[in-house]
């Protein structure tokens, strides 16, 4: 472990971020202050209350912004929580000489073929892949491509744009799909890879110092076949067996370490079949939306109290809280339009063993599912002593949901 530096850090976080609070509170826990670089739109930039408000769509002037707060208020770390603030926590803490990840692996990390490049000169299972552009012809995409297959951009996250595809006429109708998706972003990448079959594992550690920490393995107990990738019941500890349990966590390290990954969290999603572990992608971050609630380690200290701990060199225990089983229930848009109303919630915290039921869609506002969206309806966390336990508990919840969606058009009607 490092030495201790000062209990002061830079949050860079998008403003649109379930996570912020979680790490103000654990920062409350551990007395460090912290400011907010917030990822603020630009007609908003000089309208806000956030503590460093910035431009993320200007790396370079944000980075200079974060560096010269740091210089004037000396800082301990610099720390990204979602993707969004990952790249620009890398460059701020290079400049200034703080630990963190380089700037080139903090890309990597956030740019899939990158990824996939780094995966393949490293020899870390992976699909194979072939990058394609906005505007290409989607039949000779088709010609020169294996099946099944995933469509996929290179840079937006949460499975957002994800699709599988069995023949040349469904790779066809992926690739326009995604490129209307893409139309509104700033990526012009199509990345068509080998469908990789297999149960879907997610792995949560912290690296520190090159050495990666596991701090969580979570099983995904419903399929992810797609056509798309909406990910549904996480439950830890993994069931599976305790040898295959060590190549996935191999596996992740030598992702990693692919990537130049070597400090902070790292959430890393694996898939495991006859021939091995697969690498799908790992994320300098921690797991995103409300997710990680389901963990507690000594002392009753968060996924985020861990995280501060390690980015301060402050030490930090990753035994869990006891042995329970934990598992989150990320509840899916089931179609487009606007939520009006939501019915159940307190049936669901009746259910034995649900922890609680949060709704984190806006009444009143939009909905969109993948592959579009980016989000979810809310989230329903459960605890008992075994894990096949916590996830009949989730769905027995889960049932007990009903949403009230609109259809949009005759809304505006």
């Not at 990824?115 to 194979?128: D, W």
């Not at 030490?315 to 809280?321: I, Q, S, Y």
């Amino acid at each position: 472990m490092t030495a201790p530096r000062p209990r002061r850090l830079v949050l860079l976080a998008s403003s649109r971020s379930y996570r912020n609070q979680a790490f103000l509170d654990a920062a409350r826990r551990l007395e460090v202050e912290v400011v907010t670089g917030e990822d603020v739109p630009l007609p908003l930039l000089h309208k806000t209350d956030a503590g460093l408000p910035l431009d993320y769509r200007d790396i370079v002037r944000s980075s200079e912004a974060v560096i010269a707060y740091a210089r004037e208020h000396p800082v301990g770390a610099i720390l990204g929580v979602d993707d969004s603030g990952t790249l620009l926590a890398a460059r701020a803490s290079a400049a200034l000489g703080l630990p963190g990840n380089s700037p080139d692996a903090a890309q990597a990390a956030r740019h899939k073929h990158a990824m996939r490049c780094r995966f393949a000169e490293a020899g870390v299972p992976s699909p194979r892949f072939r990058l394609y552009h906005v505007g290409d012809d989607p039949l000779r995409i088709a010609r020169e491509t294996a099946y099944p297959c995933v469509v996929k951009p290179t840079t937006l996250s949460g499975s957002r744009g994800v699709m599988r595809a069995d023949t040349p006429e469904d790779l066809v109708a992926r690739v326009r799909r995604l490129e209307k998706i893409l139309a509104a972003e700033r990526c012009d990448e199509i990345l068509v890879e080998d469908y990789v079959p297999g149960a879907e594992v997610a792995l949560e550690g912290i690296l520190d110092g090159g050495r990666l920490h596991v701090l969580a393995l979570f099983d995904k107990p419903d399929p992810l076949e797609g056509p798309f990738f909406e990910e549904t019941i996480y439950v830890t500890p993994s069931r599976l067996p305790r040898a295959a349990q060590e190549r996935l966590r191999e596996a992740a390290s030598r992702a990693a370490a692919a990537l130049g990954l070597r400090e902070g969290p790292v959430h890393a999603e694996l898939r495991l079949n006859a021939d091995g572990p697969w690498l799908v992608e790992v994320a300098g971050r921690s797991i995103g939306g409300l997710c990680s609630r389901t963990l507690r380690f000594g002392l009753g200290a968060s996924l985020e109290e861990l995280i501060l701990r390690q980015a301060l060199g402050l030490g930090f225990e990753t035994a869990p809280e006891d042995g329970r089983a934990a598992g989150v229930l990320m509840i899916p848009i089931p179609k487009a339009g606007i939520l009006r109303g939501v019915d159940g919630i307190e049936a669901v915290r009746e259910v034995p063993l649900v922890e609680d039921v949060e709704i984190t869609a806006r009444l009143n506002y939009p909905l969109l599912p993948l592959p579009e969206g980016d989000s979810y309806l809310g989230f329903i966390f459960a605890r008992g002593e075994t894990p096949q336990a916590v996830e009949e508990a989730l769905r027995r919840a889960h049932a007990l949901l009903r949403f009230d969606i609109a259809d949009e058009i005759a809304v505006r009607s």
